[in-house]
Nanobody, 128 residues
Framework: QVQLVESGGGLVQAGGSLRLSCAVS????????MGWFRQVPGKERDFVAT????????YYADSVKGRFTISRDNAKNTVYLQMSSLKPEDTAVYYC?????????????????????WGQGTQVTVSS
């Protein structure tokens, strides 16, 4: 089991930047990839970005490509989402998620049902 705690959300003006952090604890060796998703009220949770836990491979949703950067620090067991050039439509609750090693795991994992552990979420609000 892996436990996740997000932090770093807040209010920022359009065009600004924000960095989210996700602290990972528990059986981290069982982690295949880490992902970020976001959700606005009344809508499904959308994929944002993912990073392979054992290397540097990353994958992004088209809506954030070139603006967001996912990274990880294995020594600190922390995953980051650096968000730049933020837009009002980036406003959402952002969730960190862990995709654990299991039969059939694939790269890149960009579906919600591929992730087994989730954080509680952190609110990001971008004002126009």
């Amino acid at each position: 089991q892996v436990q996740l705690v997000e932090s770093g959300g807040g209010l920022v003006q359009a065009g600004g930047s924000l960095r989210l952090s996700c602290a990972v604890s528990g059986h981290t060796l069982s982690t295949y990839a880490m992902g970020w998703f976001r959700q606005v009220p009344g809508k499904e949770r959308d994929f944002v970005a993912t990073i392979y836990w054992g290397g540097d491979s990353t994958y992004y949703a088209d809506s954030v490509k070139g603006r967001f950067t996912i990274s990880r620090d294995n020594a600190k067991n922390t995953v980051y989402l650096q968000m730049s050039s933020l837009k009002p439509e980036d406003t959402a609750v952002y969730y960190c998620a862990a995709d654990l090693f299991r039969p059939g795991v694939r790269w890149p994992p960009h579906s919600e049902n591929e992730y087994e552990s989730w954080g509680q979420g952190t609110q990001v609000t971008v004002s126009s």
